[in-house]
Structure formats: structure tokens, C-alpha cells
């Protein structure tokens, strides 16, 4: 599967913005969904993940209650909506999945084996 993740940009904090992450190839729905972001200098952390059937979701929790994670099997389709956004949530934004077909969403790392490019996010004061 390939990844194409769009959406970021700069915006000012509290404002919000919707990342988008577009798959191509078959099978979308088998696939265990994650965003994950790095920021200069810090190591890449996953904010938010999704079950492959998308009923079963995981945040970080710098994140909760502010971003919000779903999907969308018949366009391919997962996106990443983050509201109230902050000053510390400016970092390269990524979209991975995971072809484990695990049963609940996760968020570590190693289980994803596909990466899309990252789509900056830029909170400014």
C-alpha cells in the first residue's frame, strides 16, 4: 500500500486543521491505521490510531479530546481533525499502516510497515 498524506499548514494556535492520508492499492480495510508526528530534535511519536475496521481508536494524550482520528474504507481514506491546536503540536506529520490485522488499534511503532510522507504543521503564536 501507498500513502499520500496531505493537509498541513501553518494555522494559529487554537485554530484547527484536517490532515488527510489517501491509499493506494487493494485491501485498505485490512489495514491498522496510525498518525505519528516528529518535531526537530525529539523522536517520532504516534498521536492517534485506528482499528482497520475503525471501531476501535487510541490517542496519546497530548492529544486527547483535542485530535480525532477516522477513517473512511471506501475512499481509502484516513483522516487526522485537530482542533484547539498548540504551540507544541508543530512537527512533520506522518500516516502509517499496519498489515497485522490486529483486533485493536495500537500505537507502537514497529507494528507499521508502511510510511507516507510527512505533511508539516506549523502553530504559530
Known amino acids: 500500500v501507498q500513502l499520500q498524506a496531505s493537509g498541513g499548514g501553518l494555522v494559529q494556535a487554537g485554530g484547527s486543521l484536517r490532515l488527510s492520508c489517501a491509499a493506494s492499492?487493494?485491501?485498505?480495510?485490512?489495514?491498522?491505521m496510525g498518525w505519528f508526528r516528529q518535531a526537530p530534535g525529539e523522536e517520532r511519536e504516534c498521536v492517534a490510531a485506528?482499528?482497520?475496521?475503525?471501531?476501535?481508536?487510541e490517542y496519546a494524550e497530548s492529544v486527547k479530546g483535542r485530535f480525532t482520528i477516522s477513517r473512511d474504507n471506501a475512499k481509502s481514506t484516513v483522516y487526522l481533525q485537530m482542533n484547539s491546536l498548540k504551540l507544541e503540536d508543530t512537527a512533520v506529520y506522518y500516516c502509517?499502516?499496519?498489515?497485522?490485522?490486529?483486533?485493536?488499534?495500537?500505537?507502537?511503532?514497529?507494528?507499521?510497515?508502511?510510511w507516507g510522507q510527512g505533511t508539516q504543521v506549523t502553530v504559530s503564536s
Open positions: 502509517a499502516a499496519s498489515s497485522l490485522g490486529l483486533e485493536r488499534a495500537t500505537r507502537v511503532a514497529s507494528v507499521y510497515s508502511y
Open positions: 492499492g487493494r485491501g485498505f480495510g485490512n489495514y491498522g
Open positions: 485506528i482499528k482497520r475496521s475503525g471501531g476501535d481508536t
